[in-house]
């Protein structure tokens, strides 16, 4: 059963912030989201991204990232 819990990296450790019920020495695979500190910050940071390009750059800029053609190497 998949679990999302919040930890604290210290030290080399994850240190979980509350209970976890599994027996110990129970192996687990962690999947590491980075949580945002400051999401204002993060917020302003993005708005920022298509500073100075026309209309006709942004939209195909996101047609580009929406294609998933161009993200697969095409064999000739």
């Known amino acids: 059963m998949d679990r ?3 930890a604290i990296y210290e030290n ?3 240190k979980p912030q509350g209970t976890i019920n599994l027996p110990e020495h129970q192996r687990v695979t962690l999947t590491v989201h980075p949580l945002v500190e400051n999401p204002d910050a993060e917020l302003e940071a993005w708005q920022h991204v298509y500073a100075g390009l ?3 750059d942004i939209t195909e800029i996101e047609n ?3 294609d998933r053609s161009r993200f697969m190497r095409q064999e000739a």
């Open 12 to 14: 080399g450790v994850f």
């Open 64 to 66: 580009m990232a929406v």
């Open 4 to 6: 999302v819990l919040e």
């Open 54 to 56: 026309s209309d006709q």
